[in-house]
Antibody, heavy 120, light 107 residues
Framework: QVQLVQSGAEVKKPGASVKVSCKTS????????MHWVRQAPGQGLEWMGI????????TYAQKFQGRVTMTRDTSTRSVYMELSSLTSEDTAVYYC?????????????WGQGTRVTVSS | DIQMTQSPSSLSASVGDRVTITCRAS??????LAWYQQKPGDVPKLLIY???TLQSGVPSRFSGSGSGTDFTLTISSLQPEDVATYYC?????????FGLGTKLEIK
């Protein structure tokens, strides 16, 4: 069965960076696009970007341009999201989500979420 | 960017009621519209994709309709386990924007 298992909770100081991992199993890793979505406490879902696990190409939400990097490692079937220059507004749960074989597809599977807390 | 507007933002209904949530896109998105359910403390779950296609395993009391700019999620007979926040999402192009959500409660 498809599984997306994310890394554990993080506490970071303002100005630091965080890197969240998402390890996949149960399907052909390079076939399906992966997204990152975050959810601040008590708030809605916010799309951050997409990575093509096959070639590694990415598209980021304009809000995060210059501050986010999404990568993948085909050998470990994992995708990564690194966010830099953290502020308290980056405190959120970060999800990886697997979409379809087409770039424009809904998000069928989600990781369990990684809580990132930014606090001095 | 295309904006996704959901209404209402919150809703209280009785068990057995028919519930309707709407989602409007600021520009046409064909049928590239998904609905997600997020129960308190849980991960979002895909309910409907392509505006009206029920995801496998989702109860048939859920249905979706619409195309272009106006979409609807309907629960034909509300059940206690449907208490959740519901989000629409466009996926015809980046950014894959979500609506702000509709919080559904039992009266």
């Amino acid at each position: 069965q498809v599984q997306l298992v994310q890394s554990g909770a993080e506490v970071k100081k303002p100005g630091a960076s965080v890197k969240v991992s998402c390890k996949t199993s149960g399907y052909t890793f390079t076939t399906y696009y992966m997204h990152w979505v975050r959810q601040a406490p008590g708030q809605g879902l916010e799309w951050m970007g997409i990575v093509n696990p096959s070639g590694g190409s990415t598209t980021y939400a304009q809000k995060f341009q210059g501050r986010v990097t999404m990568t993948r490692d085909t050998s470990t079937r994992s995708v990564y999201m690194e966010l830099s220059s953290l502020t308290s507004e980056d405190t959120a749960v970060y999800y990886c989500a697997r979409a379809g074989v087409m770039v424009y597809a809904s998000f069928e599977y989600w990781g369990q979420g990684t809580r990132v807390t930014v606090s001095s | 960017d295309i904006q996704m507007t959901q209404s209402p933002s919150s809703l209280s209904a009785s068990v057995g009621d028919r519930v309707t949530i709407t989602c409007r896109a600021s520009q046409g998105i064909y049928n590239y519209l998904a609905w997600y359910q997020q129960k308190p403390g849980d991960v979002p779950k895909l309910l409907i994709y392509a505006a009206s296609t029920l995801q496998s395993g989702v109860p048939s009391r859920f249905s979706g309709s619409g195309s272009g700019t106006d979409f609807t999620l309907t629960i034909s007979s509300l059940q206690p386990e449907d208490v959740a926040t519901y989000y629409c999402q466009k996926y015809n192009s980046a950014p894959y924007t979500f609506g702000l959500g509709t919080k559904l409660e039992i009266k």
